[in-house]
Structure formats: structure tokens, C-alpha cells
């Protein structure tokens, strides 16, 4: 039963040659972050920090973020959470920003093209997450639809400048142990030779990049025939990517939700895939499917 199917997915994924796969859970808070410690998690691979902002007439400030933060770090233990910087726009209109839907639409201003327009709203993320990251398990940064490789190096200075601060002022906080950025726009799979030489992971966001590959808007149901993860175009823009990576000698993750389909879980890590990152309900299906057909 379920209780046993749990007890099976604790500990890690170790490929034939020895080398592990890391099976990873995306939570948006505290009791998400539970449930994927007891569904087996080795890690947290995205942590949708955009969750903690919604249903409020106002953002929280920096105190009020590093203090959130830091309950669901503290969820985990020593284990490792990828924090992902705020993605609004797209499918992800939050009520305290009152954003336009065209302009803030899929092909809009979204994700790290938001935060890039608003400079404060990033640093007091930027600081809150490396304040919440103190004394707590590794934290890896990561920011959301990234498109060009000068916006990787962007995000990967702004850190290091935010960091420089917390450490003039005296400040406690811990520095990302990697700093990344998602793999969700064509343009990023394409040129990712040049992102992973600016920065020291990719994620994949397959549910946006599935949509920008198909030109199938992810919430419209009239096209979701079209919405097709599984296509052999996203399949093959994926091996461009993956191929890429390694190359670069960075770790690369799937989080979007193929990489919690048993056959893609296996796929992906065959493609040479490091991370695979899902909703905490797939990871002992996926972790068995890996278990027995690896090799
Ligand atoms: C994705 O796009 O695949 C992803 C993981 O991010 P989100 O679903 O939050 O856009
Ligand atoms: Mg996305």
C-alpha cells in the first residue's frame, strides 16, 4: 500500500555507473514541504516562492519574507531547496500587483523580465531569501523564464552584489550555493551554451516550455490538444539542452510536470538528466520506475 510505497522512495536513485539521480519535490510552502520529506524527497528542486504572495492585498516585506522563508526551510532539515525568484505574469496574476493580462501575458512581461522592472521588488526577495538561508541547508537560487544569456548574468551579479551588501551591513545570511536559472523559452534551450557559462545550473520548466514550443497557451482548454509535453519538438529541443549542459559540466534539472511521468522520469535521466523535480505525490512511482528500469 501507500505507506510501503513511501518507505521504498526514501533514500537515493543511484545509476548502474554510481552515479545518483536526484528526485526532488516542487512545494510552494510549509506543508507541501512536509509532505515531500514523506513521500521520499532527496531535495527540494523548486520552491515557488510566488505562493506566499498570493491571496494578499499587499506584498510582505523583507522581514516578513525572511521569517516565511525560513519556516519552510527549516521544514527540511539539511536538505537542499532550490528557490526560485517571483514569477508573476503568464498564468500567475497575483492580486496584490494588479498586473494587465496582455501586458503581463505569456508573451509579455513575466518572470525575471518582471522582477528586472522592478529592481526593489527583487533585492528585498534577493535578501530575504539569503537572510532565510542562515544557519538552514544548502540554498540554490534560481530565476524564472530567462530568455537571453545576458539575463542570466544579470540575475547571477545582482546576487552577488545583494550578497555583498548583507555582508557590509553584518548581516546574518548564507550565500546560494549555485545560482541558476529556468529552462522554459525556446530561445534559452537553443543558446543554452552560452547561459550555463553564466551560470551553475538549469531547470527545465516544461510546462512553459511545452507551451512556447507548441504556441498553445498552457490555461486555454480551446488548444490543450496541442499542449503536448510528450511532443517529439519538445523532446527533441530538450536533447539540445541536456546535450548542451553537460558539455558545460552543469547540473541539469527537469521541474515542470513531465519529469514526474514515470516513462519521461526514465527518458530524461537516460538523456543524462541529474535532477528530476515533481509534485511530492509522483516521487515514489517515480522513484521505483527508476529503480527498475535504469540500467
Ligand atoms: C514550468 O513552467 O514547467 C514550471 C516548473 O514552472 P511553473 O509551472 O510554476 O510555471
Ligand atoms: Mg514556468
Not at 512545494?27 to 504572495?53: C, H, I
Not at 518572470?111 to 528585498?124: I, M, N, S
Not at 547571477?156 to 529552462?183: C, S
Not at 534559452?188 to 553564466?198: F, H, K, P, S
Request: hydrophobic share 50%.
Amino acid at each position: 500500500g501507500r505507506e510501503r510505497a513511501r518507505a521504498a522512495a526514501a533514500g537515493p536513485v543511484v545509476r548502474p555507473d554510481g552515479t545518483p539521480v536526484t528526485v526532488s519535490a516542487n512545494v510552494g510552502g510549509r506543508a507541501e514541504a512536509r509532505a515531500a520529506l514523506a513521500a521520499g524527497a532527496d531535495a527540494v528542486g523548486l520552491l515557488r516562492t510566488e505562493l506566499l504572495y498570493v491571496d494578499r492585498p499587499r506584498l510582505p516585506g523583507e522581514d516578513e519574507q525572511a521569517a516565511e522563508l525560513g519556516a519552510v526551510l527549516a521544514e527540511l532539515g539539511d536538505r537542499r531547496a532550490v528557490v526560485r525568484t517571483l514569477d508573476v505574469g503568464g498564468d500567475k496574476l497575483l492580486p496584490a500587483l494588479d498586473l494587465d493580462p496582455w501586458r503581463h501575458g505569456p508573451l509579455g512581461v513575466r518572470g525575471v523580465r518582471y522582477a528586472f522592472g522592478h529592481p526593489d521588488l527583487l533585492r528585498t526577495q534577493l535578501r530575504a531569501v539569503l537572510r532565510a538561508a542562515y544557519g538552514r541547508g544548502e540554498v540554490w537560487l534560481m530565476a524564472p523564464m530567462v530568455t537571453v544569456a545576458a539575463e542570466a548574468r544579470r540575475f547571477r551579479l545582482l546576487v552577488e552584489e545583494v550578497a555583498g551588501e548583507l555582508a557590509a551591513a553584518g548581516t546574518a545570511f548564507a550565500r546560494p550555493a549555485k545560482v541558476g536559472v529556468m529552462v522554459e523559452v525556446p530561445a534559452a534551450a537553443l543558446v543554452a551554451d552560452e547561459i550555463c557559462a553564466e551560470v551553475d545550473f538549469v531547470s527545465v520548466g516544461s510546462n512553459d516550455l511545452t507551451q512556447y514550443v507548441m504556441a498553445a497557451d498552457r490555461t486555454n482548454d480551446a488548444v490543450g490538444d496541442l499542449y503536448q509535453p510528450g511532443h517529439e519538438a519538445v523532446w527533441r529541443l530538450l536533447a539540445t539542452l541536456v546535450d548542451a549542459a553537460r558539455s558545460a559540466g552543469r547540473h541539469v534539472a527537469v521541474c515542470g510536470e513531465l519529469a514526474g511521468e514515470p516513462d519521461a522520469a526514465v527518458r530524461l535521466v537516460r538523456m543524462g538528466v541529474d535532477e528530476l523535480s515533481m509534485a511530492p505525490s509522483g516521487i515514489p512511482d517515480v522513484k521505483a520506475a527508476l529503480r527498475s528500469r535504469l540500467g
